[in-house]
Structures are given as structure tokens and as C-alpha cells.
């Protein structure tokens, strides 16, 4: 993302609202700047701003009018007067950022927008987590930190250690050459995203090892890392993993609740188009 | 998406933050489900939701391409009607309704269970009480997603009350930068905690960042008497 120095004038706006802190007030030139390396591309300002197209060269004359009285404007915080965002065309591998930090563009490998995966939201539906196993989403750089993925690295190397196995479906292991490794691509590792969702699933037995292990890798990272456990229920909607993760020292009451209503409808609905799609 | 898993806060926290959303799966129950989508929604509106939002757009509360410089002085803190945000549903993807009780959920999730739609439907909240509500309602619940929080350099964090409002959008949209100069904003008396919550909701593009709660944690911070 860029900003186009002719149009910005400097209300700083969109200083607060970038998640990364990557935009600031250039002193020399008295705009507002982005900084390249930090930028995640996720588009927040140019996407989620509103705009006024006002003319720039009025908007500086007024606002310097009122500064020199001493007045301060309060506009709304969540505008941009004079429309000045730019995006570029983003090309490899800059362009795995917006990939990974726009909500508002799927992901190339799995087609799903947000984070560019179901996880267990679908679970009723594609059997992702089984009765005996355990489901970990392991989510890099989020809130607003941001992450490299040689951060990201440092823990789906040390999980394919013990034998974690990545779920296919999954943006993050789409940029792994070979998932029972856990590298990731070399083009890739000092690209800077706003979140990265690993997914790994184990037999419940492993749940001690598996949480131990991101615990100490996550201590030696310069992100934050926000852990998920997931598991199917039995008939009668229990389960021990609770029990489990408070052994582990972890006190969970909140999560998401899949009500068991999806099923498989493509075929009875279309069976042709449903036999093509993947 | 782990939009609504890791929001901050603790148990009593989230007494007022229940979302209900459902969602097709690709290439399983995707084709055809743009109505049910819709339908889900104008049940919803009969349990008087908070909020309801639609995946690609979001909620009812929208930045604007054209705003008119007078909006600097009557801006309303919602910028479209509920049944707008059904209209738009184009796309077979997420729809959601957030509540903020639980009483009002568990009469939605009786309705959900007798309309069958076929398509996955999830609670994000307390686990406890989603678990007693859907089993009222007559629903087993399936698989559940717990939130185990943060590690790492959680010295990289900002402050409780900015946590507390900037994670209501999982997909990080809300800055904390803006949550804190929403938080002195009400606090200086500049803007109510109603219009500070729906600057922080537009930039939630799924729409599911919940105004009640925003709205009650922005008047805890206000220093009033009491």
C-alpha cells in the first residue's frame, strides 16, 4: 500500500487505524508514509476508510487556517478526506501478504476468504477432527502484532518433530514444499502477514506434547501466538478434553460451538456440478 | 478464520456476547445456499439480535466510498438497516447474529433446529452456557473449539480495555491504535460510547464485532459518577 503524497494532507487519520502501526508522518515531506517492511497489506485503511474526495489544496488551506488560530478540527476518525490510499499490483512474494492479512480476498489455495480455513466450524460436514483426536490451531501475529513466517517456521518445524500431522486444507501448509518437514518456503520467510493459521491434528493422547512444544517455541518468538483446541464431542455432547487442557494448566470457558446440523447436500442438489468441484 | 475464538476478557466478560453464525462448507452444502443464509438472518431478527452481519460486507455499519463533508456533524451510528444487510447477501458464504443474552439465543437456536437448513451452524461464546442452551433447545453439539488465549511475546500486547475491544474483530481490522483513541474519545466527552463503538464496527469487514459489548466495556472507561 502507498500513499499518494499529492492528495494526503497530513490529518494523521489513518495513523491509528492501520493494525501494524505502519503508517506515520513523514516529517520531510509532511505526509503521511507507509512503512513498506512493516505493512502487512490488509488493506484496512484503503478498504475500511471512508472518503470525502475532497480537494486536497482546499483541505490543507483550511486546516492550516485553523492552526494558525489555534483551532482544532475534530473530524470523524475513520475517514480519509481526500481519498489519497494507492494500492499497488503486489507480485510474489510480497504478494502473500494481502493473502494472509485481507479478510476480504480468499485464499489461492483453498478458496475460503478470512483466514482461508473451516477448521472445526464444518466439522458436522467434513469429519476434520474425529472422535479420539485433537485439532490445534496455532494463529501467528494475532491481535495486531503481526508475524514473520521464519517465526511461523520455528513452530511447524518443532511440530513436525513429534510427528503432528498438518491439515491439507490449510493456507499455511500450501507454502510448506513438503508438510512432513514442516520448512516452509524459503521465498517466503521474512514476509511480514498480518496472521497465519497452522493446523495440526494429533490422537488426544499427544495433546500434553503438542502444548508443551508451542509453549517452547512460542516463548522464543518476537509475535504473539493465539492457541486453539479443538475436538469432536460424543453422542451425548462431551468430552474430556477440558479435563485434559486443566492438567495442562489451561482454564478454558470460552470457544466455538458447532451445533451438529450440516450435511453433505451438493449431490442431492446438483449432482452433476458437485461431482466437478473439488 | 478464528474471527470470534480469541476474543479478550474473562468469564464474566462475556455475558452479553453470544454469536450465532452459519456457514456452508466448499463443495459439500455449498450450492443453493444463498437463501438459507437469508432465511437464517430474518429469523434472527425475530430474537432482536444486537447485530446481524453477512460475510462479504459486513453489519450494518459501512465505511463509505462518497461521504458527504456534512456527515462531520450528523452522522447516524448505524448506516443501514438490517434487512439492507440480507438484501446484499450475493455470495454462499457466512451469515451471523450476535446476541446479548442468553435467552434470546436459545429461542434462535429452537427456531435453527426446526428449520433444518442442512448447513453448519456454530456458537461462539461461553461454552458452558452455549452447551445448556443448545441442549434446551434440543441440539447435541458436535465439536467444540476451545480458546487457550496468548503466548509468546505477550509483552508486544496493548492494555486490557484496548484488548478488550480491538480483538472483537478476530481478523485484526480493528486497530489497537483506534480502540485507545476511542477509549480517551469518550473519556474527553468527544463522542458518545454509542458512535465510538460504530467507528471501531466499520472496520470489521464480517461484520461480527458485538456494539452492546463495545458499548458497555467504552462507558466502564468513562470516569462518571456513579
Known sequence: MRIDSHKCVACGNCLAVCPVSAIY?????????????????CYACHNRMSKEHLNPTLVRTIRGFLRLLRIRFDPEPDVCPT?????????????????????????ESTGVYGRGTEEVKTNDVTNRVGSGEVGFTVEFGRPAVGARFREVQAVTMALARIGAVFEKNNPVTAVMPD?????????????????AIVEVKTPQAMLPAVLRTIKEVAATLDTVVSLGVSVRCDPNGENTVEGALADEGYRVFRGKTNLGLGRLMNLEVQPEAAAVRP | MTNTLHRYGGPENFQDDFIVFIRN?????????????????????????????????????RPADHLHPGIHWNRPVQDLTPEQVIEEITQDHTAAAIFETQEAMEGFLRD???????????VAGLTAPVHACAKRAGIVRHSVEYSLGFQGALDRLPERPVLELSTMCGHSMVSPNLARKMLDWVRE????PEQAAAYM??????????????????????????
Do not use: M
Not at chain 1, 83 to 107: G, K, M, N, Q, Y
Not at chain 2, 38 to 55: G, N, W
Not at chain 2, 112 to 122: C, H
Open chain 2, 201 to 226: 464496527g466499520r472496520f470489521c469487514s464480517c461484520g461480527i464485532f458485538n456494539p452492546a459489548r463495545a458499548t458497555r466495556l467504552l462507558e466502564a472507561a468513562r470516569p462518571v459518577a456513579r
Open chain 1, 25 to 41: 508522518i513523514d516529517p520531510g515531506i509532511r505526509r503521511a508514509t507507509v512503512d513498506l517492511d512493516e505493512c502487512v497489506e
Open chain 2, 25 to 61: 462448507s466448499k463443495g459439500r452444502n455449498d450450492i443453493g445456499s444463498i437463501p438459507k443464509l437469508k432465511t437464517f438472518l430474518q429469523t434472527a431478527l425475530r430474537h432482536r439480535p444486537v447485530t446481524i452481519s453477512q460475510y462479504r460486507y459486513g453489519s450494518t455499519v
Open chain 2, 189 to 192: 466527552g468527544r463522542r458518545t
Open chain 2, 112 to 122: 435453527v433446529k426446526a428449520a433444518d437448513w442442512g448447513l453448519s451452524v456454530n
Open chain 1, 179 to 195: 508438510p512432513s518437514t514442516g520448512a516452509i518456503n524459503p521465498d517466503v520467510l521474512d514476509e511480514k502477514v498480518l496472521s
Open chain 1, 83 to 107: 481519498s489519497a490510499f494507492a494500492p499497488e499490483e503486489l507480485t510474489w512474494p510480497r504478494s502473500i501478504r494481502r493473502a494472509f492479512s485481507d479478510p476480504c480476498v480468499p485464499h
